[in-house]
């Protein structure tokens, strides 16, 4: 059975991608055959694709880190044909062929049944970015964040997860401050569920305090760099901060100060290989309390055939909120 994909290639060190037709003899090893309904786009599928980042772990690869669609074959108990899915994370469209195809093979253990109050298309408009999302809110609760204990600010607020982090703290009972270089996106940001808007101009990032005005019980951050060093000087006692992405840099400079004297925590939100339970339940909740209602109401949806016209979006920050693609009709 041949299908379309959209593959990822490297040859004399050059990086290019291209639609290809495969075979299904060609697929990576897994107990679960999907066909696959939609994917979501995201910054790393743009990076591997392009080549501008060295994401890629092994050559030729199917591009697409998530993926939702239908049991076709089961070599698994837990899954049978006409079973619903999505599949997100580990190694899928980075080494293992990924979810820009009409058709993937997965490992049983990667493989989720649709969570309860979301279809095809949502769990898609979620994939990586929501469940990073979820997953960063889930480990500051634990870490002892509630709504009475302060506002939160979330950095890269018009991006997928920082849009979803918005929505699902606002509807958790936070008191959500968007932090976002989009002055234009504002009034987005408002009907998340964001209080206040912060411009990322109306910060003086090049004199920062160890110690400055404590402002945040929690803080989501998407930038890493001088944003992330802010954040760290910023914090109430005992804030938590979750630290998920490194769009502007990958450097932290910052004092100790925060840490041992206001008892702030930095945690690393590693989305890749988190397993159960709390996968589990970072996807029961984005089904129920969590569902980011406005966020999937205004995701952009492309034809599969259009897919390599979007990733220069993603690249120049041209991008507000998720992007899915159709692969198949559901």
Wanted: charged share 20%; net charge neutral.
């Amino acid at each position: 059975m041949s299908f379309k994909a959209y593959l990822i290639e490297q040859s004399e060190g050059k990086i290019s991608s291209r639609f290809a037709s495969l075979e299904e003899d060609q697929l990576d090893a897994g107990e679960v055959t999907i066909a696959v309904a939609w994917s979501g786009i995201n910054y790393k599928d743009a990076l591997a694709a392009t080549g501008k980042g060295r994401i890629i772990r092994r050559f030729p690869c199917i591009g697409g880190i998530d993926l939702s669609g239908t049991v076709v074959k089961s070599d698994s108990p837990k899954f049978q044909p006409g079973d619903q899915v999505l599949a997100t994370s580990y190694d899928i469209g980075v080494a293992h062929h990924g979810g820009f195809a009409e058709l993937a093979r997965i490992p049983a253990d990667w493989v989720y049944k649709l969570p309860a109050g979301l279809n095809l298309r949502e769990a898609m408009v979620l994939g990586t970015a929501g469940f990073t999302a979820g997953l960063a809110v889930a480990r500051m609760e634990h870490d002892g964040l509630k709504p009475e204990n302060g506002p939160v600010v979330v950095s890269g607020a018009t991006g997928g997860v920082g849009s979803i982090a918005v929505e699902i703290l606002a509807k958790a009972g936070y008191q959500v401050h968007a932090l976002t270089g989009k002055a234009e996106a504002a009034d987005y940001l408002k009907r998340l569920g964001a209080r206040e808007v912060i411009l990322r101009s109306s910060l003086d990032l090049a004199k920062i305090k160890p110690l400055d005005k404590a402002l945040w019980a929690g803080a989501v951050d998407n930038l890493g760099g001088e944003v992330l060093s802010w954040m760290t000087g910023t914090m109430k006692q005992a804030g938590t901060i979750a630290s998920i992405g490194l769009a502007a840099s990958m450097e932290l400079k910052a004092s100790v100060a925060p840490f041992i004297l206001r008892g702030v925590s930095l945690l690393g939100i590693d989305s890749g290989y988190i397993g159960d339970p709390l996968r589990a339940e970072v996807w029961r909740r984005l089904g129920s309390e969590w569902k980011p209602v406005q966020v999937i109401a205004q995701a952009r949806e492309i034809c599969f055939d259009r897919l390599p016209d979007v990733f220069d979006d993603f690249l120049q920050a041209r991008v507000t909120g998720r992007t899915i693609v159709r692969i198949n009709n559901p």
